[in-house]
C-alpha cells in the first residue's frame, strides 16, 4: 500500500535549470495539492487539482507549473529554477466526498538551488 | 479565507510531563481542524481531527485536542510526553466547501530528559 509517492527525495538544480517533481497516489482520491515547506512559514500551497484536467492556483504558484491527465499523477514542474524555490516540497491527496476526510502525505522532495 | 496562528514557535517540555500546543484560527464558518505532527526528514502524519460533535477529540499516540468556538482555539494537549514526541507539529484549518488545507507555521517540541 505506497500511498502517495513523491520523487526524487533530493535534488540540487542550478539556477535557470528546469525539472518535475513527481507525485503519484494509488489511494484513487480526487483532490492532489502541492505544498512548499519553508523553516517557520509552515506550509504554503502552491497548486491544487480537484480531478483529471482540472488544476488552480494556491498562494504561492509563481514560478511553477502543474498538469493533471490522471487521476494518480500529479507533476509539479520548475521552469527556470532560482534560489526562492529552495525548499521541501510536499504532494498531497485528499477525498472530499468523505466527510472524515484528511490529507495524506508523501515523503516530500528536498529541493536545492544554487 | 482561513487562516491558522500558532503562537508557540518552539516548546520545550520534560520527559513525564505535560504538553499543550496552541492553535487558533479564522474561518467565518464551521471550520474543520487538524493536528498534523511531523518528524524530521518526514512527511506529516494525521494526529487527529474535527469536524463536528464532540469538541475534544481522541486521536493517535495519547494526543488529544478541544475544539472551543467562542475562542476561535483548537489547543493539543498530551498529559505525560514521550521522548518520541519531539517533531515539529502543525494545526490545519479546511472546510466544508473548501478543501484546502490552511496551515500554521509550526510549533518545535523538544523533549529533555
Known amino acids: 500500500n505506497a500511498g502517495v509517492t513523491q520523487t526524487p527525495k533530493f535534488r540540487i538544480l542550478k539556477i535557470g535549470q528546469s525539472m518535475t517533481l513527481q507525485c503519484t497516489q494509488d489511494?484513487?482520491?480526487?483532490?492532489m495539492y502541492w505544498y512548499r515547506q519553508d523553516p517557520g512559514m509552515g506550509l504554503k500551497l502552491i497548486y491544487y487539482?480537484?480531478?483529471?484536467?482540472?488544476?488552480d492556483k494556491g498562494e504561492v504558484p509563481n514560478g511553477y507549473n502543474v498538469s493533471r491527465s490522471t487521476t494518480e499523477d500529479f507533476p509539479l514542474r520548475l521552469e527556470l529554477a532560482a534560489p526562492s524555490q529552495t525548499s521541501v516540497y510536499f504532494c498531497?491527496?485528499?477525498?472530499?466526498?468523505?466527510?472524515?476526510?484528511?490529507?495524506?502525505f508523501g515523503q516530500g522532495t528536498r529541493l536545492t538551488v544554487v | 479565507a482561513q487562516s491558522v496562528t500558532q503562537p508557540d514557535i518552539h516548546i520545550t517540555v520534560s520527559e513525564g510531563a505535560s504538553l499543550e500546543l496552541r492553535c487558533n484560527y479564522s474561518?467565518?464558518?464551521?471550520?474543520?481542524l487538524f493536528w498534523y505532527v511531523q518528524s524530521p526528514g518526514q512527511g506529516l502524519q494525521l494526529l487527529l481531527k474535527y469536524f463536528s460533535g464532540d469538541t475534544l477529540v481522541q486521536g493517535i499516540k495519547g494526543f488529544e485536542a478541544e475544539f472551543k468556538r467562542s475562542q476561535s482555539s483548537f489547543n493539543l494537549r498530551k498529559p505525560s510526553v514521550h521522548w518520541s514526541d519531539a517533531a515539529e507539529y502543525f494545526c490545519?484549518?479546511?472546510?466544508?466547501?473548501?478543501?484546502?488545507?490552511?496551515f500554521g507555521a509550526g510549533t518545535t517540541v523538544t523533549v529533555r530528559a
Open positions: 498531497a491527496t485528499s477525498a472530499p466526498h468523505d466527510m472524515n476526510t484528511e490529507a495524506f
Open positions: 487539482s480537484v480531478g483529471a484536467g482540472i488544476t
Open positions: 474561518y467565518g464558518a464551521t471550520p474543520y
Open positions: 489511494m484513487n482520491h480526487n483532490y
Open positions: 490545519a484549518v479546511g472546510a466544508k466547501d473548501d478543501y484546502k488545507l490552511s
